[in-house]
């Protein structure tokens, strides 16, 4: 029977640091499970985040298509477990273009799950995972991650407000576990990951059926994306409030996230 693992989420859950390991080991892994990140299926995430922001049927029928055409890709004869990593499968990030949370996902998921059996057979063990985090550092985390990447003139009080109604990552594993039936669905949260010799990547490796890998030869990366706590998240909103133009203010926030970068290392 033929596995494959699909991490599509969360963002700010670790994700990008799992990911960096995964390219740090590749050579390791290689002989034991095939590893597709982001840029192998780069239209299928393009294809997720719009359909985020615009779900209607002719935007799902363009990630169904992606997917569709990747999974054809594929070489089925090669015998090895396949692991996909691209926290954006599940769409964008809440906090942007509107968004609250990953409604989407469910149905994305879906046509992942539909055009891998249609590939793999019907027979192949499909289990989607995803990293999780507990609400108040995920909310701290993105708001993070879009005042630095974006023009967000919130502060963390009234952005978080804006997800009072939201639905929580909960819920959403629940909806995408009944969206993708028979194919499963797991989940485990950073919190916990990351006091695991291999963080939040050796959750993901235990899905996987590799007797022979030897895990001590693996490398363990530093968690990447962490907002230091010297107070730039205050400049960061003071500079998106500003009326600079757009090409100064990301040049200003270049200019200090190296400062920074150089203060905490």
């Not at 985040?49 to 999974?71: H, M, N, Q, Y």
Request: with cysteine; aromatic share 6%.
């Amino acid at each position: 029977m033929r596995k494959i693992v699909i991490h599509a989420g969360f963002h700010k859950t670790g994700t990008t640091s799992v990911q960096s390991m995964l390219r740090e080991n590749a050579p390791v892994l290689a002989p034991h499970v095939r590893v597709l990140l982001k840029q192998d299926f780069e239209d299928l995430t393009n294809k997720a985040r719009a359909f985020s922001i615009d779900p209607r049927e002719k935007t799902l029928a363009s990630v169904d298509r992606a997917a569709t055409a990747f999974f054809d890709s594929l070489d089925l004869d090669d015998p090895r477990p396949i692991l996909m990593s691209s926290e954006d499968l599940s769409g964008h990030m809440p906090g942007r273009h509107g968004l609250e949370c990953y409604d989407s996902a469910g149905l994305v998921m879906k046509c992942i799950a539909d055009a891998a059996r249609a590939r793999l057979g019907k027979t192949a063990d499909v289990l989607f995972y995803f990293s999780t985090r507990a609400r108040a550092p995920w909310l701290r985390s993105t708001w993070w991650q879009n005042l630095r990447s974006t023009r967000l003139t919130h502060d963390f009080a009234s952005y978080c407000a804006q997800f009072d109604a939201a639905r929580s990552l909960d819920d959403i594993l629940a909806e995408v576990a009944a969206d993708v039936a028979p194919a499963g669905v797991m989940s485990f949260p950073l919190e916990t990951a990351s006091d695991l010799p291999l963080g939040p990547l050796e959750p993901l490796l235990a899905l996987l059926d590799m007797p022979d890998l030897d895990r001590a030869v693996l490398r363990c990366l530093p968690a990447e994306n962490v907002q230091p706590d010297i107070g730039i998240d205050r400049v960061f909103l003071a500079l998106n409030q500003s009326a600079l133009p757009e090409q100064d203010v990301k040049a200003a926030k270049r200019m200090i996230r190296r400062m920074g970068r150089r203060a905490t290392s």
